[in-house]
Nanobody, 122 residues
Framework: QVQLEESGGGLVQAGGSLRLSCAAS?????????RAWFRQAPGKEREFVAA????????SYADSVKGRCTISRENGKATVWLQLDRLKPEDTAVYYC??????????????WGQGIQVTVSS
């Protein structure tokens, strides 16, 4: 089975930046999976943040992070990163790494990490 593990979260000052990473292991072909990030704030539903199909390939960003966020990966590699700048208190959430088979960012995601807490202090 494919396993995803997030790292790089923690407490960050508003206006600052953070860089999350997600390492994948196990399964077959996971290095070619579409990769994405979601987040869930207290009392709110899980929401989409960003996705990337392959290195330099199609990307998608939520309106709430567009212009402040960059998702990146090395094609055929296990790790994907999420860079989020000019952090706001509303960015506080548990961030989840996700993956799925295919070549497009649209559609449901099949594999999920355990999530990692990001807290932005104001």
């Amino acid at each position: 089975q494919v396993q995803l593990e997030e790292s790089g979260g923690g407490l960050v000052q508003a206006g600052g930046s953070l860089r999350l990473s997600c390492a994948a292991s196990g399964g077959t072909g996971y290095k070619n999976y579409v990769r994405a990030w979601f987040r869930q704030a207290p009392g709110k539903e899980r929401e989409f943040v960003a996705a990337i199909a392959w290195r330099g390939g199609p990307t998608s960003y939520a309106d709430s992070v567009k212009g402040r966020c960059t998702i990146s990966r090395e094609n055929g590699k296990a790790t994907v990163w999420l860079q989020l700048d000019r952090l706001k208190p509303e960015d506080t959430a548990v961030y989840y790494c996700a993956a799925k088979e295919g070549t497009v960012v649209q559609g449901p995601y099949d594999f999920w990490g355990q999530g990692i807490q990001v807290t932005v202090s104001s």
